[in-house]
């Protein structure tokens, strides 16, 4: 996931601030777990509305979708990896294997 001056540098080109204090709050290490849990983004949301403003809860929602991205593209890329092997592996005309996007 990205780390935390990566966060604030797209927040900046989104928004022309950091929000550093943002960043550092969802990604404390005593509650990391917990502010990235999407199930709570609304509460975490209005935590940092009430302390920094609305835009800076859209940027608590970038953060986590930012997260959520880097993430899945980590293990999708593993998944794909793994399965272009596979299908390689039962293919005795290589030329003849499919392409996967």
Same mark, same amino acid.
């Given at each position: 996931?990205?780390? *935390?001056? =990566?966060? %604030? @540098?797209?927040?900046?080109a989104?928004? $022309?601030? &950091?929000?550093?204090?943002?960043h ?16 709570? *983004?609304? =509460?975490? %949301? @209005? ?5 920094? $403003?609305? &835009? ?46």
């Open positions: 996931m990205p780390e *935390i001056p =990566e966060h %604030a @540098a797209a927040s900046k989104r928004t $022309g601030k &950091e929000y550093l204090e943002v550092q709050w969802v990604d404390h290490p005593d509650h990391k777990t917990e502010r990235h849990d999407i199930t709570k *983004i609304l =509460e975490s %949301a @209005a935590i940092i509305t009430e302390k920094y $403003g609305a &835009e800076a809860a859209q940027e608590l929602v970038h953060h986590i979708a930012e997260d959520i991205t880097r993430r899945f593209s980590k293990h999708l890329a593993a998944h794909h990896e793994g399965v272009t092997d596979t299908i390689l592996y039962f293919t005795s005309n290589k030329s003849k294997c499919p392409k996967l996007p």
